[in-house]
């Protein structure tokens, strides 16, 4: 039982690192600017918990992925 624990250990362990980190998944720092043409800004806007800055969240629709970009201009819509 011990035997098979270990193994199972062995190889759900790089399993789980590489989930978490293979796209920069987790701990994202946030963008400058929206990655590149054909993503989209969403209405959701956030506050880092981290840095306190108002993030802004764009959405590719063709993989469906998300970014997070610093938000530019109204400082009053800081939230």
Sequence with gaps: MTGFLIW???VL????VWA???NGGYKRRPLDAPPGPG????EER????TS???LEVWF????GKRA??????????HL
Excluded: C, H, K, N
Excluded at 13 to 16: A, C, E, T, V
Excluded at 39 to 42: A, E, F, K, L, S
Excluded at 46 to 49: H, K
């Design 13 to 16: 362990l790089p399993m789980i």
């Design 39 to 42: 993503w989209v800004r969403t």
């Design 8 to 10: 199972l250990g062995i």
């Design 68 to 77: 997070y970009v610093r938000a530019r201009g109204d400082a009053s819509r």
């Design 20 to 22: 978490l980190f293979r």
């Design 46 to 49: 956030f506050a880092d918990p």
């Design 52 to 54: 306190g800055e108002t």
């Design 60 to 63: 590719d629709p063709q993989s």
